[in-house]
């Protein structure tokens, strides 16, 4: 009997100590919890290998994005395999592979035209090699590339279009002609398209639009054959300044004065543009800005640490006129 009410005394002990403490019995175990996928290890922009893909050696603007591209992957201690497509859009394609083949990090693009990329940016999506668009937009998928960063060309041309709308103003006949660039490239296809919005009520008529592929010499070949029909032509638009100068030329050889006779806009805004309006021979340039390769760089570091990033952002530029040309001039830097 004694030893029976020690294990009860023993037992409310127990329980007042159990109470005191707080102490529960134990839940069921739950089961693991399944583990987060473990994210992709983040790149930093030092060390990292870019093939850059550019369109060719056309002229002022692109010698200027070129070596502004490979000063600044220099100066941040970035890696750039550096290809020259000659203008050829195959050759494009087999950079695009070869890229792909060496297992680069990133891919930095300049489409020579807007379509026929979407086998080689598959590749690359699946390889998990980011593409980035500097410069020209391509007809694709959003998601087939990282981000694009370049001008607004649409906008470009829309202000080429409302500055030939002020040149003519007054005139009786307001014939234009319009050298464009490389057919089927965004720029050709967007300063087109601007260029036609930018005039749609002043009553200018395009008599004349033909290629001179961003060339100096095939666009003052354009210009003396359309002379050769007709001098009824009372403004120029040159989708880049190269072309523009070659159209100054041939109106020269033709008896005329550039700038005066017939009015020029060209669209990049390099030295040699501004040196053409100083000389009273070019009326208005639209800039297009090459340098924009801390830009990309800046935006690629924000994407590879997982930040979010527009999927277009546009670069900023501005018109220019003689009457300041000379003054802007040393600033430029191509």
Same mark, same amino acid.
Request: a negative charge; one cysteine or more; hydrophobic letters at 40%.
């Given at each position: 009997?004694? !030893?029976?009410? @020690? ?11 159990? /109470? ?9 175990? /739950? ?36 070596? &502004? ?9 970035? !890696?750039?395999?550096?290809? &020259? ?12 592979? $070869? ?75 307001? !014939? @234009?002609?319009?050298?464009? $660039? ?36 095939? /666009? ?19 989708? !880049? ?5 070659? /159209? ?87």
């Amino acid at each position: 009997m004694k !030893n029976k009410k @020690v294990i009860f005394m023993v037992a409310i002990v127990l329980v007042t100590l159990f /109470a005191s403490t707080g102490c529960q019995p134990a839940a069921p175990t /739950a089961a693991p919890a399944t583990e987060a996928p473990t994210a992709a290890p983040v790149k930093e922009l030092k060390g990292l290998t870019v093939g850059f893909i550019q369109t060719g050696t056309e002229g002022a603007w692109r010698a200027a994005n070129t070596a &502004d591209f490979k000063e600044t992957a220099t100066a941040r201690g970035i !890696n750039l395999k550096f290809y &020259d497509a000659q203008n050829k859009l195959e050759n494009q394609i087999s950079a695009f592979s $070869g890229f792909i083949a060496d297992k680069v990090d990133v891919i930095i693009l300049s489409p020579l035209e807007t379509k026929g990329f979407d086998a080689v940016l598959q590749a690359a999506k699946d390889a998990k090699i980011p593409v980035v668009l500097q410069d020209r937009r391509l007809d694709t998928s959003e998601d087939m590339y990282a981000f694009l960063i370049g001008s607004d060309m649409v906008e470009e041309g829309r202000k080429a279009g409302k500055e030939m709308c002020k040149l003519l103003e007054g005139s009786t006949n307001k !014939n @234009v002609v319009e050298i464009q $660039g490389n057919v089927g490239s965004s720029p050709q296809i967007d300063r087109g398209k601007g260029f036609r919005e930018g005039i749609a009520d002043c009553g200018i008529t395009i008599t004349q639009s033909q290629t001179g592929n961003w060339s100096t010499t095939e /666009a003052k070949a354009v210009m003396e054959a359309w002379l050769k029909q007709s001098t009824d032509i009372q403004g120029v638009f040159a989708q !880049n300044d190269e072309e523009g100068l070659g /159209a100054i030329q041939a109106i020269e050889e033709a008896g005329l004065k550039p700038g005066v006779d017939i009015k020029v806009i060209s669209v990049d805004a390099t030295k040699g543009g501004f040196q053409a309006m100083i000389d009273g021979k070019l009326n208005v340039v639209v800039e297009c800005n090459p340098l924009l390769a801390n830009q990309i760089f800046d935006m690629l570091d924000k994407y590879l640490k997982g930040e979010q990033v527009p999927k277009y952002t546009p670069s900023q530029e501005g018109v220019f006129y003689p009457d300041n040309a000379a003054e802007v001039l040393p600033t430029r830097k191509y």
